[in-house]
Structure formats: C-alpha cells, structure tokens
C-alpha cells in the first residue's frame, strides 16, 4: 500500500513556482496577494475533499464494509495533518499581518 504526500500546500512553497494542487493550479508570483489567496482557497478545498474521503472510509469501517482498516486510520491522520497545516499557516499569515500593522502604528 502507498501512502501518497500530503501535497495541498506545496504552492505555497515558492515565491516564483507553480505548482499542482489538486486538479487546479496555483501559480505563486512575486506579488503575493492573490497568489497566496488562491493557493489558500486550494488548500481548503484539498482540506475538505480529504476530510470527506475518510468520513466516508470511517462509514464504510463502522458499518463492516472496509476490509482494511487501515485505510480509514491513515485518511483520518492525514485529514487531520492537513487541518493542522492549513491553521499554522494561516495563523502565521496574521501574525505577519499584526506585526507589519503594528509596525505602521
């Protein structure tokens, strides 16, 4: 069994990448702004889509028709691990908002 990366937040990454999230794109560009909207609105849809796989795996576990349950306990971390990165990162987002506001003040 392969268990496959969590790469929703890879756009993120770089200033000047682009990089595949999911079946859309984000492109990063110097600019930032909208570029890192996008990339967070990709993340939250990856982040939803994902969370839905393992309610439905965890369905198909109580009810007896996952053979593996295994599968259910991975989807369940890694939807966990996405909720956890996509929070850091937006929390480090306003924190780096509060201080530049706090700069100006």
């Known amino acids: 069994m392969s268990i496959p990366s969590v790469s929703s937040i890879s756009a993120i ?36 889509s994902t969370q839905a796989t393992a309610n439905q795996l965890n369905i198909q576990a ?13 989807a369940s971390t890694r939807a966990q691990v996405e ?9 480090r987002a306003v924190d780096a908002f509060n201080s530049i506001m706090n700069m100006s003040a």
Request: overall charge negative; cysteine-free.
């Open 83 to 91: 909720v956890q990165l996509v929070s850091s990162v937006r929390n």
């Open 13 to 48: 990454a770089g200033p000047t990448s682009t990089q595949s999230v999911g079946s859309t794109t984000a492109t990063a560009s110097l600019d930032g702004g909208s570029s890192f909207g996008s990339a967070m609105v990709n993340a939250l849809n990856s982040v939803q």
């Open 62 to 74: 109580a009810t007896g028709s996952l053979p593996d349950i295994a599968q259910a306990t991975i």
